[in-house]
């Protein structure tokens, strides 16, 4: 018995098909690679197909059940083909034609076709249209109109806010915690660890507290401003528009005199009362406290201090828009930022009959939200992606909206 009959692979019969219909059995052992395979099922379903060398790679065969194509370098065994399976031989599809110059040069025609017009083409095509000049002042003007607006909504939303939480009974402690809050002035916060760093430098300390609020808290950028600064006669002035420590005190401790009166000897009429001169207090304390590098660049342009520190609460501590206002006409004042908004106008009506608006005017929150909006603008943004106060300033915003364009 030769060797190689001796371990001879299995015989497998297979099943194959075309997709012209026609099907046979093969047999071929398991080591017999897919190549071969292929060759015999084109001698037995395309006579003659042999004469074309690349009739072979031009086809191939799947597997029937898991619809895997076989590898040709393969064997049956490896590509796990088993007795009785059924195989597809298909001829490959042939590559898409590449496109003829004259089909190229049409697709490009109708890209060119699609392509939006340059400047050009829109000024032939608008030349006869009536000229009309967008005032972009005027634009502005509106934007203004709407946070002077803004600001004497919430001006005069504050008394009523007020006026609806001194009837509930818990008001004294509700705005002890809120006047709590009101103290806590992240910005009035020396670094501990900075400062230290700068007056084991030789620095002074107040010297160094007035860099680092300058400079953000950045100790680097804080020693570089005291170095240039060293030799200049008003480095240790204070900061333009700072209110000096021993005034806050003083409001503080007035602030919270005022929140210890009102007492279970009061009565309600007279309880109410010391709540609005708490209200009172709690917002003289919270005055507006102007950029420091915003007020420097100001007055180093010409301006008074005074009417520098007004340009930059008109404008939100904005120092182009501040920039603006002085050189303008001014409006508004500084006097027109605390005067509330007709109460008897569509507006503010319409706004106080807002249920939203009303059931938020009962949420000590709300009243602070509105303070805060009131002396520090910039943080409307936090007020109005809070859950509470968010949707109470979303209405308010969409009447006045609604009501500016009828």
Known sequence: VQEEKIFAGKVLRLHVCTVEGAEWLEEVAEDTTVEKLKERCLKHCVP????????????????????KVLTDTKTVLEENVQDRDVLLLIKKRAPPPLP?????????KRKQEQKAPDKDAILKATANLPSRNVDRTVAHHNMRDF??????????????AQKLLALNPDAVELFKKANAMLDEDEEDRVDEI?????????FPESRAVKALRLNHMSVTQAMEWLIEHADDPAVDAPLPGQTPSE?????????????????????GEEAKDELTEIFKKIRRKREFRPDPRAVIALMEMGFDEKEVVDALRVNNNQQNAACEWL???RKPSPEDLDKGIDTNSPLFQAILENPVVQLGLTNPKTLLAFEDMLENPLNSTQWMNDPETGPVMLQISRIFQTLNRT
């Open 48 to 67: 003659g197909s042999l004469e074309d060398p690349k009739a072979v790679t031009h086809h191939k065969l799947i597997h029937a059940t898991s619809e």
């Open 100 to 108: 003829k110059m004259a089909d190229v040069s049409a697709e490009e």
């Open 147 to 160: 946070q002077t607006e803004l600001r004497k909504i919430l001006v005069s939303l504050i008394e009523v």
């Open 194 to 202: 900075a400062l230290r760093q700068l007056t084991e430098m030789g």
């Open 247 to 267: 005034a806050a005190a003083e409001d503080g401790a007035s602030s919270a005199e005022a929140i210890a009166g009102p007492s279970s000897e009061v009565g």
């Open 327 to 329: 050189l303008g006409d």
